[in-house]
């Protein structure tokens, strides 16, 4: 299922832009959820990480579609987003957020069909694991290729990720678990890291690819030394 929001202040849009998408479902055999937001605030505070890829109108009254665009991208670096303007001189700004595209309102079927089409071709290659973590800012999808480790943080986790840090209320042992087969070990009590990004080991101690240095405890250093061992294996 494709899970689509529209991000509109115009109800009487978001019906049509709805109708359309019926549409296409029904033409090509898809099963698409639609969500609908009025407001760009909306979108930001009942944000769902289901999302797969989002209509976004640029001129709202509350929050505009370009300042929802850089928060929701802080929650989700992967959906797709395709800003609505009425205003050509909107379409590059709106690149800085990744955006798929922008569309000059009204749109009609044959662009929205193209649109779409072009988004499922290129979903169905990116179809990366990830995980979805909640805390009190907010809930984000955070992509397992992107997590370079976790530490513990004030009797929290906090998550490393490509693009930010993100706090995570679950224990050191469920993070394990949900991380176990996945190319994640734990180095330490207080570590697991992906092994994708480590450049090198020195005695207790192992270098990221990014040039930080995560502590390595002595009774896990033998197994960690195995399995990064048939990690480079298999790259190699």
Known sequence: ???IAICDDEKGFV????????QYAAETGKEIKVTAYYDGMELIEKYDTTIDLIFLDIQMRLVDGLRAAERVRQMDEKVGIIFLTTLTQYGLEGYKYQAANYIIKPIKYVRLKAEMDSWVKKHRKDDSPAMVISNDTGR???????????ETFNRNLLLHTEQENIICYKSMKEMEQALQGKGFIRCHTSYIVNLFYVKGVNKLELELITGEIIPISQP??????????????DML
Do not use: P, T
């Open 140 to 150: 984000y999808k955070v992509f397992l290729k992107s997590l370079r480790y976790v």
């Open 1 to 3: 299922m494709i899970h």
């Open 220 to 233: 896990k250093r033998k197994e960690f030394m195995e399995r990064l061992a048939d990690y480079w294996g």
């Open 15 to 22: 019906a049509y832009l709805n109708g359309l998408l019926n």
